[in-house]
């Protein structure tokens, strides 16, 4: 399915680039530059199409803190179109409320109002994404609009999405909205954003008030700035030992350290052959179970094989789940009777438990198996997104063999009221359910996991056991290690398909920061500065502090200290650059008028704000402070210090240097 029919090629960059469309609240055009727009829009169509009756053009997206909203954003002009009537307004408030009611309870002046709320909610995905934040800024001509957003591809997809449903409400067509939601859901899981555990995180951070933002060339996300930054990959970080996680990877190596502590681990053996896994079954004694030595989410692996035959088809599967590069290493080893259950360990402690649950059905008389699949597939809580609480059922050859086992297909129908099991691994990743066991958790088994979690230098670790109870002590009954993971997966803990959520994600944060304010570095912003005022500034601040690392960055240079580095052309690679530096101490920043336009802000918050006579525009960084922020203001003659709800004024000598006044609120920060 294609997800949009619309020509989106934004040809405003053509037609429109020399005008720069600004909201008026922000700029006033001249007259003459008016004119001339006048005369243009009303002739012209910049990307509707003849029967629209709405136009959407200059649309961009802001990685950060920009002139319309404080934090990323798309960012476009929303007109009506000149010859095409809209519906009344209440038209498209009717027909949006019956898939969002609460919209039809909410009052809008304009189409661009409402249009601007329903990009805004549409954006959610139906699946609680934080964006939540919108603008609208009127113009003669159209309506800036702006809308928070996180992954730009999906952000245009929307606003064009929506555009498509304003102009089939327009029509009296209809429009299948709910498709274009799964496509998008779609769209944003294949993002860097749309994995469950880096959305998970990502949303603590915001609600903790600690800076993030993705290091694209790196495959990383960085959490804090400068020395206060933590990087990594999922629950996978910097400063986790690389020896220690490349060892959880092999199973059997593993087992063997983890018996040594004396921690129950099945018996078994490594193959390279059939005949060798055929042998060690025979000698371990079946129920076996077996998989691959290196591997994740479960694949290639299978429980409880008591056959000959099941272990042929158990031992190709996991050499299928071999990488090509990698040799073929197998392990048999002893299947134990139980329920499967991870515990989840934070900086070596115990935070959370879940019981995971093989994907299930329940009959209802009528329906084949395959058929029961597909409905199960198709409820809200499986729409496998970064915050449901259940990934889609996955059919596939260990699933039907399975079914075989039982005496089913995939065609049979189930008689009403029968449920039966489609897996023997409880594998979360192709439709296994979790049910919270937190507080179920002997406290010998809660000892056991931390001895485990340890011995590892590992900021996360999963450990994977199998238990009759969880709430009886790993001593006085069969429990088993079955592996360790040293990237273990958090959904499963926040949503659990049945159960208490567990706040993970805080805990493995507050590792790293107390606080939102643990998280940063001073940062210095200016809305213009030289470079031999940025020397001077950093030549002062070394003077208090020497061994400190500053970096800092004006339009003509970009420094570390006294070092001069390269200066990027996109002056806003320049600052994440230097709040990626692990070392920095301080970051002095300047955004002048036309940064501001074209790049927004990459960061959000500056501790102190040093503006020289600046512009309407400039004067919007003021905006992005803290409560102990200072700001400076020199307006002509006149300087002004702002801090805390006091502001002290005086005129400035015919020779007093500006600096001067500055460079005394560095305490501030110092």
């Known amino acids: 399915m294609a997800i949009l029919t619309r020509d989106r090629c934004d040809r405003s960059s053509l037609k429109l680039s020399s005008f720069k469309l600004t909201p008026i609240c922000i700029r006033q055009y001249t007259t003459t530059i008016a004119m001339v727009l006048n005369e243009v829009l009303e002739t012209l169509r910049v990307n509707a199409r003849p029967t629209d009756a709405f136009d959407i053009y200059n649309l961009r997206h802001f990685g950060g803190p920009n002139l319309y909203l404080n934090r990323a954003a798309s960012v476009f002009d929303f007109a009506l179109t000149k010859g095409n009537q809209p519906a009344a307004l209440e038209d498209y408030i009717s027909v949006i409320g019956q ?323 489609l897996r023997k691994v409880a594998n979360l990743s192709a439709g296994g359910l979790g049910v919270d066991a937190t507080q179920q958790v002997h406290p010998d088994t809660i000892i056991l996991a931390q001895d485990i979690a340890q011995h590892f230098r590992l900021t996360c670790l999963g450990i994977d056991v199998i238990a009759e109870d969880i709430s009886d002590s790993w001593k006085e009954n069969d429990f088993g290690i079955l592996e360790i993971n040293a990237a273990p997966g958090i959904y499963m803990h926040l949503n659990p398909a049945i159960g208490e959520s567990v706040d993970v994600t805080s805990r493995i944060l507050e590792t790293f920061f107390e606080s939102g304010d643990a998280a940063r570095i001073p940062i210095v912003t200016f809305n213009q500065v030289s470079v031999r005022e940025l020397q001077e500034v950093i030549d002062y601040v070394l003077s208090q502090h020497p061994n400190w690392t500053i970096g800092a960055v004006c339009r003509d240079g970009v420094f570390v200290n006294r070092s001069e580095k390269v200066l990027d052309p996109e002056y806003n690679v320049n600052v994440r650059n230097l709040l990626r530096n692990p070392r920095l101490d301080l970051l002095i920043a300047e955004y002048r008028e036309h940064v501001l336009e074209d790049e927004g802000m990459f960061y959000y918050g500056s501790n102190l704000v040093i503006l020289n006579n600046p512009s309407e525009l400039e004067m919007t960084l003021t905006r992005d402070v803290f409560d102990d922020s200072t700001l400076v203001i020199k307006q002509n003659d006149t300087a002004s210090i702002r801090r805390q709800g006091l502001m002290e004024q005086y005129e400035l000598g015919s020779t007093e240097p500006f600096a001067r006044v500055y460079l005394k609120e560095f305490a501030t920060i110092l």
């Open 99 to 421: 898939r969002y009611p609460h919209l039809h309870d909410e009052q809008y002046e304009s189409h661009a109002q409402l249009f601007a709320r329903v990009v805004s909610e549409v954006s959610q995905l139906d699946m609680g994404l934080h964006l939540d934040g919108w603008s609208i800024h009127p113009d003669q001509q159209c309506t800036r609009i702006a809308v928070q957003s996180l992954h730009h591809r999906t952000a245009r997809e929307v606003i064009y999405g929506v555009w498509d449903w304003f102009e089939a409400i327009t029509k009296h067509r209809s429009f299948d909205m709910d498709a274009q939601i799964e496509i998008l859901q779609g769209l944003f899981r294949q993002s860097v954003y749309g994995g469950p555990t880096v959305y998970a995180l990502l949303q603590t951070a915001r609600e903790k008030g600690i800076p993030t933002f993705y290091l694209w060339n790196e495959g990383l996300m960085q959490y804090g700035y400068g020395k206060k930054q933590i990087r990594g990959v999922a629950t996978t970080f910097d400063c986790d030992s690389h020896i220690d996680s490349d060892f959880t990877m092999y199973k059997d190596d593993c087992k063997a350290f983890l018996s040594t502590l004396g921690f129950p681990v099945p018996k078994g053996s490594i193959v390279t052959s059939l005949e060798e896994a055929l042998a060690a079954a025979r000698r371990i004694d079946y129920p076996v179970a077996v998989k691959p030595v290196i591997g994740h989410k479960g694949e290639g692996v299978t429980a409880d094989v008591r056959t000959l035959q099941d272990l042929e088809a158990a031992y190709d599967r996991a050499v299928e789940a071999i990488a090509e590069e990698q040799p073929v290493r197998i392990i048999v080893e002893k299947s134990i009777s139980g329920k499967d259950y991870r515990l989840l360990c934070v900086n070596g402690r115990f935070v959370a438990a879940v019981e995971r649950r093989p994907a299930s059905v329940e009959g209802d008389g009528d329906s084949t198996i395959a058929e029961l699949i597909e409905r199960e597939n198709r409820s809200r809580a499986r729409s496998d997104t970064p915050t449901s609480p259940m990934g889609k059922i996955k059919r596939d050859e260990a699933m039907e063999l399975y079914l075989q086992e039982q005496g089913l297909s995939l065609d049979s129908v189930l008689s009403k009221g029968r449920e039966i099991r």
